[in-house]
């Protein structure tokens, strides 16, 4: 059974950081491009960061370059969003994804499409002063 399971969420000032951590059961990160996606309320699911299976390359949302960074532990089977300079327009519920690489997509495709991924429940990120 598949299971993607987040932490790390919580209340930041802005201008700070927090780190989220996703541990993917049931699946191995060298078959399954991994990202993370965020969901303000009322607004659509949107991709944050990805990061691609097979040599680890990475896609960010042209809102958080810079800021936010993706990383991975093969061996933990963990993916990792480090959530740095935050802004109130941050604040919105942080997804876990997986996306298996047999379907032969680009990890930008994985970041900007929303089906064929299994997700996380999520961890709310809050930034206000």
């Known amino acids: 059974q598949v299971q993607l399971v987040e932490s790390g969420g919580g209340l930041a000032q802005p201008g700070g950081s927090l780190r989220l951590s996703c541990v993917a059961n049931?699946?191995?990160?060298?078959?399954?491009?991994m990202g993370w996606f965020r969901q303000a309320p009322g607004k659509e699911r949107e991709g944050v960061s990805c990061?691609?299976?097979?040599?680890?390359?990475?896609y960010s949302h042209d809102s958080v370059k810079g800021r936010f960074t993706i990383s991975r532990d093969v061996a933990a089977n963990t993916v990792y969003l480090q959530l740095a300079s935050l802004k109130p327009e941050d604040t919105a519920v942080y997804y876990c994804?997986?996306?298996?690489?047999?379907?032969?997509?680009?990890?930008?495709?994985?970041?900007?499409?929303?089906?064929?991924?299994?997700w996380g429940q999520g961890t709310q990120v809050t930034v206000s002063s």
């Open positions: 994804a997986a996306r298996s690489k047999w379907r032969g997509t680009t990890v930008q495709a994985m970041c900007v499409e929303t089906s064929d991924h299994w």
């Open positions: 049931g699946l191995l990160l060298d078959y399954y491009d």
């Open positions: 990061i691609d299976a097979t040599d680890g390359s990475i």
